[in-house]
C-alpha cells in the first residue's frame, strides 16, 4: 500500500513538473534585479541597509531589503481612496481573462493573455484600439477595489499571473517608439499603465504575500524601464498630457531611483509648457473636442494632486493649477441643460457635475462651479444665457439655466489640430436631458464605414452638393486657429442671432463650387430658425446642382403633424434605454418638431436604421456607443443660381403635443405659422438676412 501511494506521489509531482504553468511561479530575471539595484539612490532615506548588502555584493539580499522597504512604505491616499469603489463586471471578467472593449469580448483559454491578440483583426471592421487597449489592463483597478472589498485572493493571483505574463512577452522596442499598430509600448498606453491602471492594483496588493518579492521588483523593473521610453519617445497634444502624468507617476512613486527626479523635472516642465499653448484664449483645447478637453484638465489636475501627496508641490509652476480655471469656465459656458456638453469632434458624454468638482475646490471664488456640482442645490447659475467662444467657434443659445430648457450649440469654428470631423456650420439641439438633433461625437475609431460616416458631414445636420460632402483640408492651417472665428452673434434677452460661412471643398479639398451661409435665430423659449443660402461659385455656376440638408434625429419614428404639409414631429419613446448621463432615464424622450418653412420645389424623406453601405449611403444611426438605429429627416431641393433652405425646429417636452395648426409659404422671402392658441409667427428673409415677429 505505502509503496503504491509512493508511485501516486512520484506521478503526480512528475506531472506538476512538466505540465505546472511558467506563470505559477516568479518570472524576474537576474539582469532585471541588477538593473534595479543599479539605478537606485543608495542614498535615499530608509534605503541603508539596502546600500550596505549592495556594496557587500549580495545583490539577492540587497533586493529582498529593498522589497521590505516598499512592503512599509506609506502609499498616495488617492490610490488608496479609489479602491473604494470598483466595477463589478470588469473585475469579474478580469478574474476570467475576459477582455471587453466596445460590443467585442474575448475570453483567453487556458488563464495566458495573448498581448499581441486583436479580434477585429481580420473582420472587415479592423479596430486597433482593441489590441492597444487590452495592453492598458483596464480591469487592474476593478480586480484591487474587489479584493479589498470581498478578500478574495483570487484576484491577487490573477493579477500577479498576468504580469508575469507581460513581461515575459512583451520586450521593450530597443530603436522605436512602439506607436504603430499591434505594439504593447504606445506612449499613451505606457502612461495609462503607469498612473491608471497599474498604480491601485500595486498599492492594493503590495502588502500581500501572493505579491511576492520577485514579483515587485518585476513590477518596479516595468515600471522604470516604461519611463525611460516615455522620456525618450513621446507625442503631442492631449496624448502628451497622459505619457508626461505617467512618467510624473513613476518620478512621484518611486523617488528611491536616481533618475525619478529628472523624470519628475522632464514631465513637469514638459506638460506645462504643452499645456499652455494647447488652450485657446477661450479655454477650450485647441483639439476642439469636449472629451479630450475633460481628459487634458482632468490631468493636469490628478498630475498636481499626486505631486502634493507625494511632496513635491514645490517642484511645479505657481500657476500650475490656477492656469486651469479658464478651461473650467470654457465647459460651464458650453454646458447644456442636462450639464452634458455638446459633442464636438470625437467626444462622448459628460457628467459636468462631476468634471467640475475639482474646480470647486480650487476656485472656491466661482459660485458657478458649485452651482453645477451642487446640481442646482448651492451656488448660483452664470448670469448670462446665450454665449459665443470667439476662438474655439462655437455659439451657444439656451433659453435658461434650468433643467428643462431649450438649448442649441452652432459650430463655427476650424477642424481642430486633432480628433477632427469636416462639420463647419454644424447645430446639435437639446431639450432638457435629451439630445434630439444630435452629434453622435464620431463612433470608435475602427477602420469602417459607419466611422468614415461619423467623421464626415453627412453625420452632422449639414448640407450636402451634388451628394458630396464638406472636405476642408487637413492641413495646419485648417486646423489651428491662430485669431478668433469671423462670424456674427447677437443676443438681445429675447432673441439670439448668429451667421457663418462655409466656402471650402466639396467632395474633395479645394473643389469650391458652392458657398454655403448659415443663419440660426432663436426665438425663446423653444423655437429655433434656421436659414441656409447655398449660393454656386462663378466655377460652380455652369450647371446646376442638387442639395440635401440632412437632420439627424434621436428617435424610430417621425410622424405628420399638418396634413399635407411636412412638417415631422419625433416620437417620444426612446431608441434604446440610455443612462441618465445621456438623457432619458424612463425611456421617454423629449420630442423635436422639424418643419421645412420653404416648401416650393422642396422633397421631404425620412431614414431609419440605414447602417450598411459606403459612408455616403448611411443615414438614420447613431454611432457611438450605444450604437443604435436613428432617424435623418433629409430635405432635397435643386436648380440654378442660389437655393435655401429654411427650417423651423421646436422642442417639446415628452407629454406635449404638437403647438402647430398650419404652415404657409406666403412668397419666396415670407412664411406664416399659425398656433393653436392663436398665434401667428411672421418668418420672412429681408436683405438676406432671416427675421421673425410675432402678430399681436
Known sequence: MLLKKAVVLLTAMFFIAVFADEFDSPVLKDEWR??????????????????????????KAAAK??????????????????????????????????????????????????????????????????QWQLNRMPWFPAMAGAFVKTGNREYITAF???????????????????????????????????????????????????????????YCYLVLIQSRHLKRFNNIGNILTM?????????????????????????????????????????????????YHRLVVGNVYGFAGLAGECGFRSELPPDFVTLLENSYDVLLKMATPAFDAPLTNDSGHSRLYDVLAPAVKLFPHRKDFLWVKSKRRKGSAPEYLSTVLPWSGLVIMRSSWEPDAAYLAFDIGALGVKHAHQDKLNISIWHGEDQLLYDDGGGNYAKTESRKYAVS?????????????QVTSMSMKNRKLEKPVSGDFTSDGKTDFARAVYDQGWGKSGNRIVRQERQILFIRPNIFIVFDRMMPTKRGARQPHTYQARWHVDTLKMSEI????????????????????????????????????????????TAT????????????????????????????????????????????????????????????????????DGRALTVYIEKNTIKAKFNK
Open 562 to 605: 399638418i396634413p399635407g404639409h411636412p412638417a415631422l414631429i419625433s416620437s417620444p419613446e426612446s431608441t434604446i434605454e440610455l443612462p441618465k448621463m445621456r438623457g432619458n432615464p424612463s425611456g421617454k424622450r423629449s420630442k423635436l418638431i422639424v418643419a421645412p418653412l420653404f416648401t416650393d420645389g422642396l422633397t421631404v424623406k
Open 457 to 469: 458631414s453627412y453625420a452632422h445636420n449639414l448640407v450636402t452638393v451634388d451628394g458630396l460632402p
Open 160 to 218: 500577479v499571473r498576468q504580469l508575469r505574463s507581460w513581461a515575459v512577452a512583451c520586450k521593450l522596442p530597443p530603436d522605436h517608439s512602439g506607436n504603430g499598430p499591434d505594439s504593447v509600448w504606445r506612449g499613451i498606453t505606457c502612461g495609462l499603465r503607469l498612473y491608471a491602471f497599474w498604480p491601485p492594483a500595486y498599492v492594493a496588493f503590495i502588502k500581500e504575500p501572493e505579491f511576492t518579492d520577485d514579483d515587485i521588483l518585476t
Open 243 to 291: 505619457e508626461m502624468r505617467g512618467l510624473f507617476t513613476f518620478g512621484a512613486m518611486f523617488p528611491e531611483f536616481k533618475e525619478a527626479e529628472a523624470a519628475r523635472r522632464y514631465a513637469v516642465d514638459t506638460l506645462y509648457k504643452s499645456v499652455k499653448g494647447m488652450f485657446l484664449a477661450d479655454g477650450f483645447l485647441n483639439e476642439l473636442t469636449t472629451g
Open 65 to 130: 531589503a529593498f522589497v521590505k522597504y516598499l512592503r512599509n512604505k506609506k502609499q498616495p491616499q488617492s490610490y488608496l481612496d479609489s479602491l473604494k469603489s470598483y466595477d463589478k463586471k470588469r473585475a469579474r471578467e478580469g478574474l476570467n481573462y475576459t477582455y471587453t472593449y466596445g460590443k467585442i469580448s474575448h475570453t483567453f483559454p487556458g488563464k495566458k493573455i495573448d498581448w499581441f491578440f486583436n479580434k477585429t483583426r481580420n473582420t472587415g471592421r479592423l479596430d486597433n484600439e482593441w
Open 609 to 676: 436604421g440605414q447602417g450598411k453601405g459606403k459612408a455616403n449611403e448611411l443615414a438614420g444611426i447613431f454611432c457611438f456607443h450605444p450604437y443604435r438605429a436613428t432617424t435623418t429627416v433629409m430635405h432635397d431641393r435643386s436648380g440654378t443660381g442660389e437655393q435655401r433652405f429654411l427650417t423651423m425646429f421646436l422642442t417639446l417636452g415628452n407629454k406635449e403635443n404638437s403647438p402647430l395648426k398650419s404652415i404657409r409659404q406666403i412668397n419666396e422671402n415670407r412664411v406664416e405659422v399659425i398656433f393653436n
Open 34 to 59: 541588477s538593473e534595479i539595484l543599479r539605478s537606485l539612490d543608495l542614498n535615499h532615506p530608509g534605503l541603508g541597509e539596502v546600500k550596505k548588502l549592495y556594496l557587500a555584493k549580495d545583490e
